[in-house]
């Protein structure tokens, strides 16, 4: 695509003719490409003029694709500058900004900022402005309007300049935006996040030129003139829209350069063989004509041998009516046959289908979502092909989740609902219970804190669970696998815990049926992004009549979190997810593992772990470090205490979730004041020794029970000699 002896690279982009690097390689001078170094081509960057980077240039297009700067302006706390950076783009007279393939975007809660330019000699200018007192309204993945703004220009603008100022120096929204951005960027290359109005990550953008030969005429006039650049084979197209000179284009059956002479230049296509060049029935009987082809016919036919024309058919001069009988009937045994077999396989597909909604209950489901009198929005049945397509047919690039169970899609439904979807890896018969039972609780259901069922589908040999999709993960990763922490705060964590007991006492008292969850544990309980708690996974869940306090059930649930009580008895009462609960709160307390074989044996488990610190007046020693230089004090005190009683062996000796989701609101507004300026003696720890609870064994061996009040003593005394 570069002239011949010339350099056709500059790092990794191609450099077509007419641009080049060196005189005799390019154009003319307008079309004059550099590298850093001119002594290697093979990695250096180039730049166009103005020392634009440049990331590719297209012949077919007429585009070239540059990194424009981003104009910003920043404040400190106080109001004054810290700096404003005006950014401008000056192109070549070949050049024009895009505005098919550009938007001009500004970024901030307090920002205006004015794009100037020409267009067709004379002066432009246009501005968007963005404000905005808070992040509640800022919409991550668009730029709509609030916190970020975008608008389009005219097409033929260049020499343009972007400049940024702010309202009120950003002194109201300082504390989550400092700073405006503003810049020229092509579409679709941008996605906003309520983190740009931080920061924005990078000082570049990438932008779209359109460019053109002979900038002053047309091609009427250009054809007269010896430097006319339309070369053999191509012919010349006007810059109709900005009415300002004309590029070359191949002819129709022609491809190359059309800016070059001979073998780089625009060449004949041989279409023989090749449908995407011609329109052949046959391609064998395809002939390549210089810029055409033509389509024949087999010996003893005749016709044009196109698809969209005439068809080959039989020269009845040369045939004779029996090979032609036999043609015809093979013809109509061969489509009845295809059409016969179609018609069998999608009865076969429908009757499967059929088959899987009955054999997963689809008629049962039915049947309990009717009788739900009243709901606001009941769960939907989904269709195997509403599914595929919300999942690309289920694509790795969908996956969020992989566990023992099966496997977690993201996937798109019309209106650009985003949702999870959960597809187990095998079922038997006797879990088809478990699936409706989690399809008609969650299905009546509606908390803010619960994980939201959106609906099923059964129509396929594993039933598939759809649900409202929350993007930030469980609670299992945040505890262990964060890597940022400063992300972790105290104020987090309690606020999550307040939301999960809250939930967790809404389906054991304020629920149409009560229902024990079962399965209570940090990885069942998800984050959206402002990390609000939603308690999942209701698979293993149990109704619990009103009359009943509790049911005899076999086992189910995670080791380590699972009540001894039940254990022992199996005897499901609400107070076992009480139990699973407190192992929760001692997993945010220290961020440990539920179960480690690294601690002794007696230890292994993290209920054990956390009792025998708490016992030994140790306490400090286990809980993490970030909550001991962020929390709370009083908080952290109280949390404590109220863990030690969740996880009393006897499940009559624990709080209810109603009591827990109280005491946990009453501990979130205990007045802030920090670990590490909290003054305490160092020698009032030394006086802690009775702090235990229920020795923590599946015998029911004999404990000593600790009261309220003495633990509300003994807590502060062990959390008073913290660092």
């Known amino acids: 695509m570069a002239k011949p002896d010339c350099h056709s690279k500059c790092g990794d982009v191609e450099i077509p003719f007419p641009f080049g690097f060196t005189e005799g390689c390019y154009l003319d001078k307008s079309f004059n490409i550099t590298c850093e170094s001119c002594d290697d081509y093979s990695r250096n960057p180039m730049t166009a003029a103005g020392n634009v980077p440049i990331t590719n240039i297209s012949i077919d297009t007429h585009q070239m ?96 300049t972007v400049e940024v100022n702010s309202f009120n120096n950003h002194s109201k929204v300082w504390s989550f935006n400092p700073c405006g951005y503003a810049f020229v960027v092509k579409k679709g290359e941008f996605n906003f996040s309520a983190d740009y109005l931080k920061k924005l990550p990078n000082e570049t953008v990438p ?19 010896r430097n006319y650049a339309c070369k053999e084979n191509s012919e010349c197209i006007d810059r109709q829209r900005i009415k300002q000179g004309y590029y070359c284009k191949c002819k129709q059956g022609y491809r190359g350069n059309p800016y070059l002479h001979g073998h780089g230049g625009c060449q004949d296509i041989d279409e023989y063989g090749d449908p995407s060049f011609n329109n052949c029935t046959n391609q064998n009987q ?16 005749r016709g044009d041998g196109r698809k969209d ?77 509403e599914l595929k397509k919300a999942t690309k047919n289920y694509d790795e690039s ?38 409706i039972n989690e399809v008609v609780l969650l299905s009546q259901i509606n908390h803010k804190n619960v994980v939201k069922l959106l609906g099923c589908c059964l129509e396929t040999e594993v039933p598939l669970l759809v649900y409202e ?107 076992s997810d009480v139990y699973s ?37 140790q306490l400090f020693e286990i809980l993490e470090n970030h909550i001991v230089e962020e929390g709370n004090k009083e908080q952290i005190k109280e949390v404590v205490e109220l863990a030690e009683r969740c996880l009393k062996v006897k499940g009559d000796e624990r709080p209810s979730m109603m009591e827990v989701a109280m005491k946990l609101e009453r501990i979130r507004k205990i007045d802030t004041h920090s670990w590490v300026n909290a003054q305490s003696n160092v020698e009032d720890a030394k006086h802690l020794h009775s702090v235990t609870s229920d020795a923590y064994e599946c015998g029911g061996s004999s404990s000593t029970t600790i009261g309220y009040d003495s633990m509300n003593d003994h807590v502060t005394s062990a959390l008073g000699d913290g660092r």
């Not at 706390?77 to 783009?89: E, F, G, K, P, S």
């Not at 932008?207 to 003139?225: P, R, T, Y």
């Open 469 to 575: 999709f929350v993007p930030k993960g469980t609670l299992l990763n945040y505890i262990h696998h964060e890597s940022s922490g400063s992300t972790k705060r105290w104020e987090t964590y309690l606020k999550i815990a307040a939301e999960t007991a809250d939930a967790l006492s809404y389906l054991h008292s304020a629920a149409s049926t009560p229902i024990i969850h079962r399965d209570v544990k940090s990885s069942n309980i998800l984050l959206d992004d402002n990390f609000t708690a939603k308690v999942s996974d209701f698979g293993t869940s149990r109704l619990l009549p009103r009359h009943r306090k509790e049911l005899a059930t076999v086992m189910q649930g995670t080791l380590g979190y699972l009540d001894p009580e039940y254990l022992q008895t199996n005897r499901l009462t609400e107070k």
């Open 207 to 225: 932008l779209v030129l359109d460019w053109g030969i002979g900038f002053s005429h047309g091609c009427e006039k250009a054809q007269n003139q």
């Open 581 to 617: 609960f407190g192992v929760v709160l001692v997993e945010i307390l220290t961020g440990d593992d539920v179960l480690s074989f690294d601690r002794p044996e007696e230890e292994t488990s993290l209920p054990m772990y956390f009792l025998s610190f708490l016992k030994e007046d």
């Open 309 to 385: 024309g005439e068809r080959c058919y039989p020269d009845f001069a040369l045939a004779v009516k029996i090979p032609i009988g036999i043609c015809i009937s093979l013809i109509a045994l061969l489509g009845g046959s295809s059409w016969l077999y179609l018609v069998l396989r999608k009865r076969r597909f429908i009757k499967l289908k059929e088959k899987f909604f009955q054999q997963n209950g689809g008629l049962i489901l039915e049947r309990h979502l009717k009788e739900q009198v009243g709901s606001t929005e009941t769960a939907k049945i989904f269709t195997i092909e």
């Open 65 to 160: 694709h540059v990194m424009n700067l981003v104009a910003q302006d920043c404040y400190q706390r106080d109001r004054r500058l810290v700096r404003r950076n005006t950014t401008a783009l000056r192109v070549g007279p070949q050049f024009t900004i895009s505005d098919k393939h550009n938007t001009f975007t500004v970024i901030g809660c307090d920002t205006i900022a004015y794009l100037r330019g020409y267009q067709n000699g004379e002066a432009y200018r246009i501005g968007c402005s963005s404000e905005c007192p808070s992040l509640s309204n800022v919409v991550n993945g668009s730029c709509s309007g609030v916190g970020c703004c975008e608008v389009g220009f005219p097409d033929g603008l260049k020499d343009i």
């Open 286 to 301: 395809c002939f390549n004509t210089e810029g055409s082809y033509k389509c024949g016919c087999p010996k003893w036919y």
């Open 398 to 435: 969908r996956i969020i989740g992989r566990g023992g169970f099966g496997t977690v899609y993201k996937g798109f439904l019309p209106y650009n609902r985003i949702v999870a979807i959960k597809k187990s890896k095998t079922m038997d018969q006797n879990q088809i219970d478990q699936f």
